[in-house]
DNA sequence: TCTGCGTATCGTAATCTAACGATAGGCGGA
DNA sequence: TCCGCCTATCGTTAGATTACGATACGCAGA
């Protein structure tokens, strides 16, 4: 956990933009749950849960603190945040030298509605 | 879809029992971290997913039909079987020759629980 | 331009997963 | 008792996942 002290500033690039659209798409079928699949198993990992926790209570983007955070190697790290980012589930933007993840509220919604569709 | 014709008695073994009662665990920390990345693995699997709504669409219990429904062999139906029953997400029970699934339904508003907390 | 920091990607090894066929076990009916 | 049906388990194979260190890439500041 060495902090490298630039968690100050919330740069939000990604604001919590979309937060009221409805989804249309139907939550069965067998498209959905294909998608319900993917979406769980991208979440069904300890570290990717706990990164989502991270990126869901702050509001703002999360940048490299994500590593200090967990108990992995950064390129593991980076892994998972590539399985996150290829479900949907979070969105990384390019902020200067460094790169700020926050969660993609579309897709975490749909996942919702997915799994309450059960 | 070879049919098998013993579809028709509903012996609902497995009642939807305790569909009331409210859950006290926490649904976050690291426990509950754990618990939504084992649920979320489990249902991590198209096979599963399709399972998962057989068994919730017919509230009564489902035997050996399951097989039928998917294009996988009898094996391997019963592995994914298996993998849901170790997560607490479906239960069996012996009906005499053959065993009936049907949902816990704690586990699964367990699992409602913990994805809506994101 | 060069250096340093943060991140992604590559390469690799160990482990887990998914799928199948074959086989074992348990119960009810003949 | 024996036979047949249904399910679980075993053994195997191919492929995916997880983790790491090493390395490449890209941007900002010196």
Request: one cysteine or more.
């Amino acid at each position: 956990m060495k902090k490298r002290g630039h968690a100050a500033q919330p740069s939000l690039s990604c604001s919590p933009s979309g937060s009221g659209e409805s989804d249309l798409r139907p939550v069965e079928g067998e498209v959905a749950d294909q998608e319900l699949a993917t979406l769980t198993k991208a979440l069904g990992h300890p570290a990717r849960v706990q990164i989502m926790r991270l990126l869901v209570r702050r509001e703002t983007c999360v940048c490299g603190d994500i590593v200090d955070e967990l108990p992995l190697a950064q390129s593991t790290v980076s892994q998972h945040l590539k399985v996150l980012k290829e479900a949907g589930l979070i969105k990384g933007e390019i902020d200067g030298p460094r790169v700020c993840y926050c969660v993609e509220p579309r897709t975490l919604r749909r996942l919702k509605s997915l799994v309450g569709s059960l």
